[in-house]
């Protein structure tokens, strides 16, 4: 249930791959913990999990050998989950970007194509919003974006007593503090959207009962039809990115081959 990855289990799903390099450091008071793989000095994927989650949702990606001949991959541990103070919720998805920042800091000469499952998806919006210069392209997946389709979901706030707490695994608590806590953030990023000029590509499944797959329709209302590409998959649900992790690699390649 912590949804991450030891280093026994690490090295017994890399065995006969090259396994990916850990890399932490320490930003303000927090630890910021990523996972890198593939070629240096081509150009930058950063995957964002969604709630709960680490890098290791990724895993597969990391171990691709077209995708880390072709591109830099990184996968950070968002904070709160992973090897990024595990347990300590950040709401607020201004500071998330922040956090992920530092990371994009370490490579300026870059422009990232950011992919951002579920939860990760108001993330990596957020940090187009933020840095501009650093995002090339955003690659949504299954996205909680749109605050109007947000679920009131009663049982939220009785999992934050003390009691019923003390009995929810870490990672799940986390996420509900994050999740508690998301219409009122992407209420704040509305005006944000206006400002983006980045490329998307969004990625929905028509069955997916977590997230409505009118998320996928939410950035068109602020951008310009020609900043997005939809491609809805039928008959799939919100596991995109271990269902159908192709689906991701194809849009890599269409972020990638923009101009």
Do not use: C
């Given at each position: 249930?912590?949804?991450?990855?030891?280093?026994?289990?690490?090295?017994?799903?890399?065995?006969?791959?090259?396994?990916?390099?850990?890399?932490?450091?320490?930003?303000?008071?927090?630890?910021?913990?990523?996972?890198?793989?593939?070629?240096?000095?081509?150009?930058?994927?950063?995957?964002?999990?969604?709630?709960?989650?680490?890098?290791?949702?990724?895993?597969?990606?990391?171990?691709?050998?077209?995708?880390?001949?072709?591109?830099?991959?990184?996968?950070?541990?968002?904070?709160?989950?992973?090897?990024?103070?595990?347990?300590?919720?950040e709401p607020s998805l201004k500071k998330q970007s922040q956090f992920l920042y530092q990371i994009l800091k370490r490579y300026p000469d870059k422009k990232a194509i950011l992919v951002g499952h579920s939860l990760g998806g108001p993330v990596i919006a957020q940090m187009a919003m933020d840095y501009p210069d650093n995002v090339r392209g955003l690659l949504f997946v299954a996205p909680s974006i749109d605050p109007a389709l947000e679920p009131d979901e009663w049982f939220r706030p009785l999992l934050r007593n003390f009691v019923i707490r003390t009995f929810t695994p870490i990672s799940l608590a986390v996420s509900n503090e994050e999740i508690i806590y998301l219409k009122e953030e992407l209420e704040m990023m509305t005006d944000g959207w206006k400002s983006l000029h980045t490329p998307v590509y969004m990625l929905q499944g028509d069955e997916d009962t977590l997230v409505p797959m009118e998320n996928a329709y939410y950035p068109g209302k602020f951008m310009p039809d020609s900043l997005i590409h939809i491609q809805l998959l039928g008959g799939v649900n919100h596991f995109i990115p271990w269902s159908h992790p192709h689906e991701i690699v194809k849009g890599i390649n269409y972020l990638n081959a923009l101009p």
């Open positions: 249930m912590e949804f991450r990855m030891s280093s026994r289990s690490m090295d017994d799903y890399y065995e006969g791959s090259q396994k990916p390099e850990l890399v932490s450091f320490s930003f303000d008071d927090r630890t910021v913990n990523y996972a890198e793989a593939g070629d240096k000095t081509k150009p930058l994927v950063m995957f964002v999990h969604g709630s709960p989650g680490s890098w290791s949702a990724f895993a597969d990606f990391l171990k691709d050998s077209v995708l880390i001949a072709n591109f830099h991959i990184i996968a950070p541990d968002r904070p709160g989950f992973g090897h990024s103070n595990f347990g300590r919720a």
